[in-house]
């Protein structure tokens, strides 16, 4: 069984950072995911096994950055230059291998993810 557990979310002011974690043991591709209520959980940020390569929302692109630990197990989004608009509960997910390509284009499909984390909370204030 997967078990992933997402750490590290909390209470920033705009500007400031944070650091997430997911301990997320296995052959996965690892990718974050973040909700508001109200409103569908969206694509953040991926990370393939192999490789490394990464993937980002626009949203994100040059604030946010994903990396792995294999050794450890965990993955992490280092948040910079945090706005409001990043308030959201955030999600680890994994998903089996897939060839580049069909990642690329499923990148952002939940239900191409088996195994979702409990969510951890970031709220930026202004």
């Known amino acids: 069984q997967v078990q992933l557990v997402e750490s590290g979310g909390g209470l920033v002011q705009a500007g400031g950072s944070l650091k997430l974690a997911c301990a997320a043991s296995?052959?996965?591709?690892m990718a974050w995911f973040r909700q508001v209520p109200g409103k569908e959980r969206t694509f953040v940020a991926a990370?393939?096994?192999?490789?490394?390569?990464?993937y980002y929302a626009d949203s994100v692109k040059g604030r946010f950055t994903i990396s792995r630990d294999n050794a450890k197990n965990t993955v992490y989004l280092q948040m910079n230059s945090l706005k409001p608009e990043d308030t959201a509960v955030y999600y680890c997910?994994?998903?089996?291998?897939?060839?580049?390509?069909?990642?690329?284009?499923?990148?952002?499909?939940?239900?191409?993810?088996?195994?979702w984390g409990q969510g951890t909370q970031v709220t930026v204030s202004s």
């Open positions: 997910a994994a998903r089996t291998l897939t060839s580049r390509t069909t990642f690329a284009q499923t990148k952002d499909v939940l239900s191409e993810y088996a195994y």
């Open positions: 990370i393939t096994w192999n490789s490394g390569r990464t």
């Open positions: 296995g052959r996965y591709t």
